[in-house]
């Protein structure tokens, strides 16, 4: 039989059907997909392009606006820096590799650099080929030998050489190249055994190094019209489900798979009305599992599913609004189980792991447990409903609320009493649904609103063992409902605690025989038995913008949580009289609110949050988180309820369930590191640091790296040779220490709460001391102090001995002085009465009487002048330079008196020496020189003139005494009694007298030594 070419008609319906078949059978319902975003400040709206963690647990992002490190709360930025070539070739970077080392590959638009995270000095790698450099766009692969390759753009591959740190070229795949269309290499990957498989414009080459053979495999897709230019394809992966399958990105033909087994190529399209050049594009794709595959796909992210081969509707990506996606997802990394996503402007988003089996149940805005299994629900706004659902959580059933879409009331609260019927706490009244007889009927609320009142309730609806309900009416307050005589009161009414009952918010059991009640302003127990509000405590600590109190949960033993919205959480016990609050605990995050709680069988209070879940401990006061970056299916929670068994189902934008026993919330191993020290305000880096003496003031910057938790966790820091213990040090990141003494010092810091065996963050670092306090100086300082106090002791009690020895000398001086003046007084003084007492007598017998007057008076007035003078002698008043010059001058006068000479003085006494005293005998002596002086001269010279001049200074008194007489000889041999009293005088005051007489006069000059005026009095 011969085979006849087919009409065209046939041909025609196999073309269809063939494209059909590589087209997009249909949209499937958007996959269970946690895409959530991560919230990076300073990340620049830019072009992410590559994604990767080392091996600290840093996450490195590549854009075009240069390479960024991020541990979960900083952002480092690397940049290209002219002129230095320890920094990236370039800012735009596409992919980055790490090797087994720990050092990661960076591929650049300028080439090819390698870097350590811990030193972060880049090093450039030159592609080499014929001997020069042929440095452009470029991307890393790394084979399962830890063998490095790179593809530069319409250059060729390049093989890493460890010793010369270069690109070498591998010519075999340049040649294949330039027989193909488009010579550009775009990427490559590597099989298990070492092939590898380089994408082109056009194709697929295969190398095998071992052999150094090459073999092309041209593309040509299917559903795109004949013409077309080459097809683009660029980041081949192999399937992690099966060996044999390479998956390609394309520009135009959406995602390529190539079978290594057939060499054939087969491609998807999601678009089939837009020209191939601005539709199916895919610029990133990872696997998910399950012939599952994550595409970003050209404005948008979509799941492949190769089992139906269809594409998912749109993933949410929880843009701002608005913020148009204007480039797709364009990269994608995968690490311990997350898939980290790089979009083009929008930011990094991660798709986490699931903390445990949180079931998805049917949608209700209300639950409660029912008592058969399963669960009652209501839903609100739109659809208006009753919804009974099974044990797994789907819906069995629903029944219309009856006219709440005429009427518009709301059902907000639900439970299911002990004779199965099912009570709904609506705003319309209380709402009963027979199961039995499948209807529903209102139950009047007599006895507790007036009559025509509207019957409007509040949001919570108990009911005790005893079978009474208890709601909350609006306006009312707790209201109860009697079933033995079917019957609604208040019972309360009356007491003087209306207004404040008036304000509650919620009900609860506490006990058999007391109930919480969640109050506006505080919360309260109310005693069931005796109708008596037992207690009510406000908010312990109301200020502005304080919020009410939102949940009271209740434990065994009359422990009480009340959470608030902002404020945190208040505990509090109460004893079977009062309500005492124990402790406050200030939530770390300000800005989460909560929102419903409860409590599980351990005595945890499980909470909802605007950001999700938290566990709260009141024994510890810790708080545990759960979110959607711990793998929470939704971004926040309002409402939580216990199940029978004990787990719990949390509402969201979904309802799901989980048992709270389930879930690890043990910390992780989560490392800490140092970031930097400041001194004085300027940065120093380094992990062992020597620092001058001034820097005392140290301020130092540590995180945790935890990309994920960050704003959740609390540290510990130590100063070793500073704290004696750890420090809690709350959710800072930073650690200060002013006035530090010199020393050494070790900075540590942990994560609070973290298991054994967690990084610590460690620095050390040393304030050397000054050369003044190091130790030997301070040695010699004590020494050197002791020898001063020692000699300054030795000098003041020195310096004291020789003043006590001065005061006696000066003693024995003024003694000597007073015995002398004693000796004339009775000598002078004794002498002169004696002859006027003789002249006295012999005026009795004598006839020459007037003669003897006359010499008894001239002898009283000359006794009365010695007297005066040795008065004056030994009066301390007149001791004073001042006094003495005084006393001097009038001498002077009196003996100048009615005399025919004249009289020139000159008495001056040094500034600063007119209360320094003159001692007795100076003073007495000197005037008995100068009265001897003026004696002399005047009874033997007969001058005409006569100058005194005489000086007082510290040290000495200076006397200076002429005349203009007839003069005397003196070289002769004997001394007439007036030059000897002169000579006597002055040598008994241990002074020098030197004497000048000629025809032109007589001159004297006494000089005679005073002591220290400072041992002499000051007054």
């Not at 072009?47 to 541990?71: P, S, V």
């Not at 650049?108 to 350590?116: D, I, K, L, P, R």
């Not at 934008?653 to 910390?667: A, M, T, V």
Request: proline content about 6%.
């Amino acid at each position: 039989m011969r085979w006849r070419t087919p009409p065209l008609p046939i041909l025609g319906c196999v073309t269809i059907g063939l494209l059909a078949a590589q087209a997009v059978v249909g949209q499937v319902a958007p996959s269970n997909i946690n895409l959530v975003p991560i919230a990076i400040p300073a990340l620049p709206r830019c072009d992410i392009h590559a994604m990767l963690k080392d091996t600290d647990g840093f996450l490195w992002i590549g854009t075009h606006e240069g390479l960024f490190r991020y541990d979960g709360s900083n952002l480092d930025v690397y940049r290209k820096v002219p002129g230095d070539s320890t920094s990236l070739p370039d800012d735009r970077i596409f992919s980055l590799v790490p090797d087994a080392q720990g050092r990661i590959g960076v591929a650049t638009m300028a080439g090819v650099c390698t870097f350590h995270p811990r030193e972060t000095n880049f090093r450039r790698v030159h592609y080499l080929r014929e001997g020069k450099r042929h440095d452009r766009e470029s991307r890393l692969h790394r084979d399962a030998s830890d063998q490095l390759w790179a593809s530069f753009y319409n250059e060729g591959v390049g093989r890493y050489d460890t010793a010369s740190n270069t690109f070498t070229d591998v010519p075999r795949i340049r040649e294949a190249a330039k027989h193909l269309r488009g010579r550009r290499c775009t990427a490559l990957t590597s099989d298990k055994d070492g092939t590898l498989w380089i994408t082109n414009d056009g194709g697929l080459l295969r190398y095998a190094p071992d052999t150094d053979q090459t073999e092309f495999f041209p593309y040509a897709p299917i559903g795109l019209a004949p013409g077309h230019p080459p097809i683009t394809l660029s980041d081949p992966q192999m399937d992690p489900e099966d060996p044999n399958l390479i998956w390609m990105e394309s520009w135009g033909s959406g995602i390529v798979r190539f079978d290594k087994r057939t060499g054939a190529f087969k491609n998807w399209l999601h678009e089939r009305e837009k020209p191939w050049n601005v539709s199916n594009i895919v610029f990133s794709f990872s696997p998910l599992g399950k012939g599952r595959w994550l595409v970003g796909f050209d404005h948008r992210l979509r799941v492949f599913d190769t089992n139906t081969e269809s594409f998912s509707e749109p993933v949410d990506m929880n843009l701002p609004q608005p913020t148009p996606l204007e480039y797709p997802v364009l990269s994608q990394y995968r690490h311990n189980g997350q898939l980290w996503i790089g979009s083009g402007g929008v930011g990094v988003y991660m798709i986490p792991d699931a903390p445990c089996d949180m079931v998805p149940l049917a949608h209700a805005n209300y639950l409660c447990p029912a008592r058969a299994g399963g669960y009652w629900g209501s839903t609100i706004y739109e659809q208006r409903r009753l919804r009974r659902l099974d044990d797994q959580g789907s819906l069995l059933f629903e029944r219309p609320l009856p006219d709440a879409d005429k009427s518009g009331y709301e059902a907000f609260r639900l439970v299911e009493r002990q004779d199965g019927e099912v009570w709904l706490s609506t705003t319309a009244g209380l709402l009963v649904y027979d199961p039995v007889k499948d209807a529903f009927h209102w139950k009047a609320m007599n006895g507790a609103f007036e009559a025509g009142a509207p019957e409007q309730l509040g949001y919570d609806i108990v009911e005790q063992a005893n079978g009474e309900m208890w709601t909350i009416g609006w306006a009312k307050g707790p209201i109860r409902y009697s079933p033995t005589n079917d019957r609604w009161d208040i019972p309360w009414r009356g007491q003087p605690i209306d207004t404040l009952l008036i304000g509650t918010q919620g009900v609860g059991t506490l006990d058999a025989d007391h109930l919480w009640l969640r109050l506006y302003i505080g919360a309260g127990i109310l005693n069931t038995r005796t109708m008596q509000l037992e207690h009510i405590m406000t908010e312990p600590n109301p200020g502005p913008g304080t919020q009410p109190i939102t949940a009271v949960v209740a434990h065994d033993a009359g422990r009480m949580d009340l959470v608030t919205a902002t404020n945190g959480i208040y505990t509090a016990q109460y004893d079977g009289e009062q309500l005492a609050v124990t402790g406050h605990f200030q939530h770390p995050n300000n800005t989460e609110k909560f929102h419903e709680a409860t409590t599980d069988s351990r005595g945890y209070t499980w909470i909802t949050t605007s950001h999700g879940l938290v566990r709260f401990d009141g024994r510890t006061g810790s708080f545990d988180h759960l979110r959607a970056v711990s793998g929470l299916p939704v971004q926040s929670a309002f409402g939580i309820i216990n199940d029978a068994d004990g787990s719990m189902v949390i509402r969201g934008s979904k309802l799901l369930r989980f048992h709270p026993d389930s879930i690890d919330f043990s910390l992780p191993r989560t490392p800490v590191y140092i970031r930097q020290l400041s001194v004085n305000g300027a940065r120093r880096h380094g992990s062992e640091l020597s620092l001058p003496y001034d820097s005392s003031s140290v301020s130092i910057e540590y995180a945790a790296i935890a990309l994920t938790n960050a704003e959740d966790i609390r540290y510990e820091v130590q100063l070793k040779g500073y704290d004696p213990h750890w420090v809690d040090n709350g959710t800072r990141r930073t650690a200060s220490y002013i006035n530090l003494p010199p020393g050494a010092y070790t900075f540590l810091t942990r994560v609070k709460g973290a298991p054994e065996g967690s990084t610590v963050g460690a620095l050390r670092f040393t304030i050397h001391p000054a050369w003044w306090q190091r130790w030997w100086f301070r040695s010699a300082a004590v020494l050197f102090s002791m020898l001063m106090v020692f000699l300054l002791s030795r000098y003041i009690l020195r310096l004291q001995y020789e003043r006590r020895i001065a005061a006696l000398e000066q003693e024995k001086a003024v003694g000597a002085v007073r015995t002398r003046i004693a000796r004339d007084i009775h000598d002078d003084i004794g002498s002169g009465l004696t002859k006027i007492a003789l002249l006295s007598r012999e005026l009795h017998t004598s006839a020459d009487k007037e003669r003897l007057t006359a010499n008894i008076a001239s002898a009283s007035t000359e006794l009365i002048g010695q007297l005066g003078d040795i008065i004056w002698t030994v009066n301390p008043a007149q001791d004073h330079a001042e006094h003495f010059m005084a006393y001097v001058r009038d001498q002077l006068g009196r003996q100048f008196e009615e005399m025919n000479v004249d009289l020139t003085t000159d008495l001056t006494i040094e500034p600063g020496m007119e209360h320094r005293d003159v001692p007795p005998d100076v003073k007495r002596n000197v005037m008995l020189i100068l009265k001897e002086m003026v004696a002399n001269a005047l009874k033997h010279a007969h001058p005409r003139k006569v100058e005194v001049r005489l000086t007082i200074n510290a040290a000495a008194l200076l006397l200076h005494f002429a005349d203009d007489g007839c003069g005397f000889d003196v070289q002769a041999t004997t001394l007439g009694n007036g030059r000897g009293n002169l000579q006597r005088r002055c040598n008994e005051l241990g002074g020098t007298l030197s004497v000048v007489s000629d025809a032109t006069g007589t001159r004297y000059t006494l000089q005679v030594p005073l002591p220290d005026p400072t041992f002499m009095r000051a007054t």
